[in-house]
């Protein structure tokens, strides 16, 4: 089975820590100290969270500030619209901002997330008529029984 891990750099550890966990995320102690923190979406699904200085290490490019440029926006996925609702709700709370509207397209419904580092997430959900037979198939269903 593949395992993601998803290296996210932050200028403040402690704030990054409380900020996914707030999201409902564990950290796992094993592969955390103080350069940083493994973040626990799922058992095949991590974030580590790296203290800028630490993640220089890994490139000799230079690390863009997130609040500035976007390279990367990470999206997961949701089981409902409302659990989309829910996590957004969680990371406003714990410091994050919503860069932009939330998108409707019938099919899919998504919100943006940016932690307090600037590093994007978005959270969406799918109908399952969308995930099996792809957006296209159900805007013709649609538009067939409109």
């Given at each position: 089975?593949?395992?993601?891990?998803?290296?996210?750099?932050?200028?403040?550890?402690?704030?990054?820590?409380?900020?996914?966990?707030?999201?409902?995320?564990?950290?796992?102690?094993?592969?955390?100290?103080?350069?940083?923190?493994?973040?626990?979406?799922?058992?095949?699904?991590?974030?580590?969270?790296?203290?800028?200085?630490?993640?220089?290490?890994?490139?000799?490019?230079?690390?863009?500030?997130?609040?500035?440029?976007?390279?990367?926006?990470?999206?997961?996925?949701?089981?409902?619209?409302?659990?989309?609702?829910?996590?957004?709700?969680?990371?406003l709370a714990a410091?994050?901002?919503?860069?932009?509207?939330?998108?409707?397209?019938?099919?899919?419904?998504?919100?943006?997330?940016?932690?307090?580092?600037?590093?994007?997430?978005?959270?969406?959900?799918?109908?399952?008529?969308?995930?099996?037979?792809?957006?296209?198939?159900?805007?013709?269903?649609?538009?067939?029984?409109?």
């Open positions: 089975m593949t395992k993601v891990f998803v290296n996210l750099p932050t200028t403040d550890l402690e704030r990054s820590k409380a900020f996914y966990t707030a999201l409902g995320c564990d950290i796992n102690p094993d592969f955390t100290d103080e350069n940083g923190a493994c973040i626990v979406w799922s058992d095949d699904i991590f974030f580590m969270v790296l203290k800028r200085e630490f993640f220089r290490t890994f490139t000799d490019k230079p690390i863009a500030d997130p609040n500035e440029s976007l390279q990367v926006s990470v999206a997961l996925s949701r089981d409902s619209r409302e659990e989309v609702d829910e996590i957004l709700a969680k990371g410091g994050g901002a919503e860069p932009k509207p939330a998108q409707d397209y019938g099919f899919m419904y998504s919100r943006d997330l940016d932690d307090p580092d600037g590093n994007s997430l978005g959270f969406l959900f799918m109908t399952p008529e969308a995930v099996e037979n792809g957006p296209e198939h159900v805007a013709e269903h649609s538009a067939a029984s409109a």
